[in-house]
């Protein structure tokens, strides 16, 4: 099947909305924009709509982390209680900044928002105990990035969204922030229906970031396909030898670094902030190789990148406007159409 067929028989059931970018040795090959904000006669998806990017938020604060890194501001090696004093006791004194961007540091997945009403989510998350030894094993944390967002923010002296805003800025990412403006929830594409906040639109769907004012290091972000795959090229490009913006952030060599294993797992291997191809069961598909880096997003976003082939592919949609419903075999189909018709 096609890759325009793949994502147009999705329309309807599996999402109402989305958009595709496929880039080619750095360059456009395709982009395409399907369906509508919502099923109750909202406007057209546009390739430029903005979408909540969900956990794709990860692999742009890991970026941010890294540039922060790369100046100084922080060793990815020495503890991050150098930052964070919550952690100067206990198992959590040997957890660092490295262990956090791989997924290794040993804190529990999530929490159950509706235990978290009454907490400061922040302070609740470097308090919580931990699940794994650090550097033990892979466990993919939500807490875990939540306390990289706010380790960024403190050694920046700004909040997390004012460093990413700068940062963004830098890296020609111009439609990609935090938090919406409140006057223009219209213009984006609706998600769950919330037995707690109604139909969400335009505010963030993940209930942490959302009791954290829409600003975390583990989701909030709203951005294009297009800047997803500017984010994409920034380590593509390091992996294939063109000119990058890592030389201006944090550096080829340790965008490379990013790309490669940091922490072993049966599921999904994991780098720096980026998920790394484990098997063909993976919601990059079969046809993209072992060397494959990219992340998903709960509301129905992805990015993969096979650097064997100077390609990566851009999927966001809408899909938890239908339930919490496993997107893994249309994410799946998607890469695997755009690798037979771009590679």
């Known amino acids: 099947m096609a890759l325009d067929d ?99 540091a040993g804190l529990a997945s999530g929490a159950d928002y509706r235990t978290l009403f009454n907490e ?15 550097g033990e094993r892979v466990v993919y944390s939500d807490l875990g990035f939540i306390a990289l967002g706010t380790l960024v923010a403190r050694v920046s002296g700004v909040s997390l969204a004012r460093a990413f805003d700068v ?16 006057d223009e929830p219209e213009s984006f594409p609706a998600t769950e229906l919330d037995a707690w906040r109604g139909r969400v639109r335009g505010s963030v769907h993940d209930e942490k970031a959302a009791l ?20 994409a090229e920034v380590y593509l490009a390091a992996e294939c030898g063109r000119p ?31 998920a790394l191809k484990t098997s063909d069961a993976n919601s990059c598909g079969a046809a993209m190789r072992r060397p ?5 997003g709960f509301t129905g976003t992805c990015v993969w990148v096979d650097p064997t082939r100077d390609l990566s592919v851009v999927f966001l949609t809408n899909a938890v406007y239908y339930g919490r419903h496993d997107l ?10 755009a690798v037979r018709e771009f590679a």
């Open 292 to 296: 494959t880096f990219g992340h998903t």
């Open 167 to 182: 940062f963004a800025r830098s890296m020609h990412w111009p439609d990609t922030a935090f938090r919406t403006r409140p």
């Open 328 to 337: 893994r075999d249309v994410r799946a189909a998607v890469c695997d159409a």
């Open 6 to 104: 793949v994502v147009r028989a999705g329309l309807g059931s599996r999402y109402t909305a989305a958009v595709v970018r496929v880039e080619r040795a750095g360059a456009p090959a395709f982009e395409r924009a399907y369906g509508a904000l919502d099923d109750e006669g909202g406007a057209p998806a546009v390739v430029t709509t903005r979408f909540d990017l969900a956990s794709l938020t990860k692999v742009f604060v890991s970026s941010l982390a890294l540039a922060a890194a790369a100046r100084g501001a922080f060793s990815l090696d020495e503890p991050a209680a150098r930052v964070l004093p919550e952690w100067r006791c206990g198992a959590h004194a040997a957890i660092t900044p490295r262990m956090l961007l791989a997924h290794t």
């Open 212 to 231: 954290m004012g829409g600003v975390s290091g583990h989701a909030g972000l709203f951005g294009t396909a297009r800047d997803v795959a500017a984010l």
């Open 244 to 274: 990058s913006l890592a030389e201006r952030s944090f550096g080829v060599d340790l965008a490379r670094d990013a790309v490669r294993e940091h922490g072993a797992d049966a599921v999904l291997r994991r780098g720096l902030g980026w």
């Open 120 to 134: 400061n989510v922040e302070r609740f998350t470097l308090a919580r105990p931990l699940v794994a030894e650090p």
